[in-house]
């Protein structure tokens, strides 16, 4: 501790991580209470499409904004999530969480697959191959019609099996406000996941290829192994998102996983802000009770809701995340070091 | 018979290679000089075909003009999109939030069209598509007559343009350099804004064709702008002989898989082709060299 500069720093850590702690408290606080405050079949419901657009947005983050790989195509993993999980419990009768983790695992897979096919491209050419590799998953799944019942859609999808201990029931996932608790706490556990991840100096190491991949090279890193490894982990985590759609919903239609899902995910995060994982949770929460608040205005709600896109882009271009930084600041209460 | 069928279909990839290739070559033009995807394109393919509708039902103006109409709507809103949003977010340097914006652009667009026009499909006819000539056993309607000729025109114009005129070969130059075709003394803005109103001319013009084609909803150009994506990187990005190529391949590729295999199958086997391409030669049929600053 002789080092002064040393000591100046570890009170600004051990805050820093006081101010993560509470964060999670406050967030485990509201994930508690959202469920009890809104009570109606609508609002609980839209809290559960929430959590799993969080789901999404976090996993397409870790790859966008922390490898800068421009994955057009995040719908391709949500949709092989839920196919797989389903059709592995309709068609062949497997228990839930077993097909949920094959679901998880083959998205998973899928995505190390295209990334290591398309790791070689660059920016744009890999923006329009994983834009590509959606439209191809899109269409399999509407003319594959033995396996999915094309447009018709696989109907009566169970939710996961009621939570029991020791012969009582812990959590009836029939109920809504268990199946939020369900959906949220593992978008939550993800959440602590990746961020740790990205705290770790795994993370450090990801931010290195993003900012320039040649100099992170000369470093001895391999910037190849680490972009697939980013994402199949985004992957893995948009087939979880997925499997809980399915579950959740109880019908499947390949049109879920149309590509213009996935320009949606991708706003979600812009709008949060790339590259921090805490801006797309509040960009997916946004960019989902927006069109509900609007529905109001009837066909003109995609229209404000297009507009408002563009606008965040051209006005906040760093996102939420930016604007409440600047918010945070103005009012003083960030330190000015 | 069979060569009956091969050429019979030969003809109608042709027809809808050609417009495929209009579509693309906006995209690849904006690209080349801007390095942008611009997923709004596919809206200007739609309001193209509205545009040819309307004026062909309201005004009561023939289809040929129709055509020259969609042109003139889709270079109005290209300037129009192009001054109001695009140029002011460049100035901001970021290569994702453009992309971003042309999202919410698009978003926008088939929305307001949708209020304005409703979901249900309009039948698109002229008078020219039920009008067939007949030789050898082949069909060709006037409609694809009237198509090919005003695409390969259209096409030679622009190939004219590019080749051999001042402001073409400036245009060149701002996509091959940017910064070197500045010091040049070229404007890049104002190609930048030449090159946006060409290209939604292009794809207002196209949707004017393909009108007849598609299912005419406000989110028909979709279906297309897929499709042209997948013809730009075929050709390699910012080419325009590699576009006009792989957009004629994609179209054969489409009438021969409705003959021979399924219909749900054209964009899987469209696809499958981008992505072999991508694996074995990622700079397009017709590669042009281009430095990447380190």
Redesign the interface.
Known sequence: MSDPALAQQMPGQRAALRSRWLGYLLAVIAIILLPLIFTDTYWRTNLTVCAINVLLAIGLDFILGYTGQ?NLGHSAFYGLGAYVSTLLIVKLGIPFWLAFVAGVGFAGIAGIFLSL??V??R???L???S???A??VH??L??WISLTQGPLGIYGIAPPPALVIAGTVIADFRNLAAFFYLVAGFAFLSYILLSQLVRSPIGETLTAIREDE?SAASLGINGAAWKVFAFGVGSAVAGAAGCFYASFVGTLVPDAFF??EA?NI??MV?VGG?GTLIGPVFGAILLTVLPEVLRGL??????V???????V??FM?GGLAQAARVVREKLGLRRSA | MTTTIVLQQAINGVVLGSLYVLVALGLTLIYGVLVQINFAHADFVTLGAFAAYFFMHLVGGGYILSIGVAFAVGAALGWLINASIFTPLRRKGNELLPLIATIGVSVMMQNLMLAWFGPIPYAFETQYSSEVLRFAGIFVSWQSIIIIAVSSLTIALLYAFMKFTFLGKALRAVSQDRETAGLMGINPNQLIMLTFVIASALAGMGGAMLAPVLVLTPFAGTSVIVKAFAIVIIGGFGNVEGTILAGLIVGLIESYTTQYLDPGLIDIVVFALLLLMLAIKPTGLISERREENV
């Open positions: 421009l096919f398309a070689r491209l920016g744009h050419y923006a329009i191959a834009l590509g590799f439209v191809i269409q399999i509407l003319n040649v590509v213009s320009f991708l706003a812009i790339m009837g066909d003109l709600r995609l229209v809701y297009g507009a408002a896109l563009t606008f882009v051209l271009p």
